[in-house]
């Protein structure tokens, strides 16, 4: 009998590798597929000034996905999470159900209703400064502390700075292509199957409020919130986050 296939999207600014611990626990159930997303791991950096859309990896992933000719279950972090609730959008027949950790689907957010969590998204800056290496490393470093609180970036392990700074320019225009997009929760409500979202209480106001929209509005949501975790959860706390999303997993096998 076929394995199941289950894709594993990383989120920006890392690689497929952050998966590696979570692909190891599926593999003997399911066929695993970690891709890297464009501009990441051996593929090489996405060009500098090259303009990105976040459609062009959406693209990518449903070329994996056809060639296997079979729905898959997704699970996606940050970016990645964003991308799992959009191939959900455009190719429903592909997605069998999704595990997201934070979203980041800034188009549930309400003008009126949420403009306190907008105002968060307002503190991001727009453009990209580059310096003598094609890097901005304020960016990056701002970019960094949004989601994990001052001094975050000089707690990153220098290998992990460094890969920030060569994928940096990938990584603005990711998070710039995703900023603008205005998918709302009316849209994410056509999305049919079991969705479990994840999150770190201890991540932004702006993340987390996210996570109740989308809660409330996908009709087959699970919402499950970790005490003194933040938005690197599968990572920081990849047991506890990786056995959620096993058991998400097993439930919906034993689904019909």
């Given amino acids: 009998m076929t394995k199941p296939t289950v894709l594993l999207i990383h989120s920006g600014g890392f690689t497929s590798r952050q998966w590696r611990k979570l692909a190891a626990a599926l593999a003997p159930r399911y066929h695993v597929l970690a891709p890297d997303l464009l501009g990441y791991g051996e593929g090489g950096p996405w060009p500098d000034g090259q303009p990105f859309h976040f459609r062009q990896d959406l693209e990518f992933l449903e070329s994996l996905i056809d060639e296997g000719g079979q729905a898959v279950d997704v699970v996606g972090h940050s970016y990645g999470g964003f991308l799992a609730l959009q191939l959900a959008l455009r190719r429903p027949e592909l997605v069998r159900s999704i595990a997201a950790y934070e979203p980041v689907a ?151």
């Fill in 106 to 256: 800034f188009g549930v957010l309400d003008a009126v209703e949420d403009a306190d969590a907008l105002r968060g998204l307002a503190l991001v800056k727009r453009e990209w400064e580059p310096d003598g290496r094609g890097v901005d490393e304020a960016w990056l470093r701002a970019f960094v502390e949004w989601w994990n609180g001052p001094g975050a970036w000089e707690r990153l392990a220098e290998e992990t700075r460094e890969s920030f700074r060569v994928m940096g320019w990938k990584v603005f225009q990711e998070v710039m292509s995703l900023a603008a997009d205005r998918t709302d929760r009316a849209t994410y409500a056509t999305i049919g199957v079991p969705t479990l979202l994840l999150g770190g209480e201890q991540s932004p106001m702006t993340e987390r409020r996210v996570i109740e929209r989308l809660g409330a509005a996908l009709p087959r949501a699970t919402v499950r919130m970790f005490s003194g975790v933040g938005h690197m959860g599968p990572i920081s706390h990849a047991s506890l986050v990786n056995e959620a999303i096993v058991e998400h997993l097993a439930q919906g096998r034993a689904t019909p």
